[in-house]
């Protein structure tokens, strides 16, 4: 599924020349790993060297429909997990960011550390910090600190300066 307001929100931010990104709400349970990124990438996921496209993000949350790890031992998720970055990274050259929160990740990757060299971190943290972060990581690119805001959608954190953030988009 994608947004209804997703091509309107995106092109009106590239026409202004705002930094902005998509992101990928996980369903382990549904198909592949390959199969979601391939369809996220058709649908607005790709990163382009630009200077103004995020890489894409994959956010891996607990299933609001069902079991929290969609029904998947923790080796399983991580296959499933490495499926998507490994395919979105063919397509892109760049591996997609990873959102969750330190609590899923420690339940249904049994805190793997393996994403940790290869994917920025978004975390997902409401509480005053965004630490601890799963295991792997040393820092987070991204914080979102809160389930509602002002504004339609997370509020959300870059976690350095607008000189980084913009090499971040670059790649």
Known sequence: MVSSTFNTQYLGATH?????????VALPDKSSGAAQATHFLSYGGVWTADGI???????LERNPYGNPCYGLSP????IWIRD?????????????????STNWWKACTNDNPSF???????????????????NGWTNNV??????????????????????????????
């Open 84 to 100: 998507f970055s490994n395919t979105y990274h063919a397509r892109t050259g760049r591996y997609p960011v990873i959102s969750t």
């Open 53 to 59: 496209t995020l890489p894409g993000a994959l956010e």
């Open 16 to 24: 202004t020349r705002f930094i902005r990104g998509a992101y990928h």
């Open 142 to 171: 991204f914080w979102q600190y809160a389930d509602k805001g002002p504004v339609p959608g997370y509020p959300d954190a870059w976690m350095s300066s607008i000189d980084n953030l913009q090499r971040f988009a670059r790649g």
């Open 116 to 134: 940790g060299n290869t994917n920025p971190l978004w975390i997902i943290s409401y509480s005053p910090s965004p630490r601890p972060l799963p």
């Open 75 to 78: 080796a399983s998720m991580i």
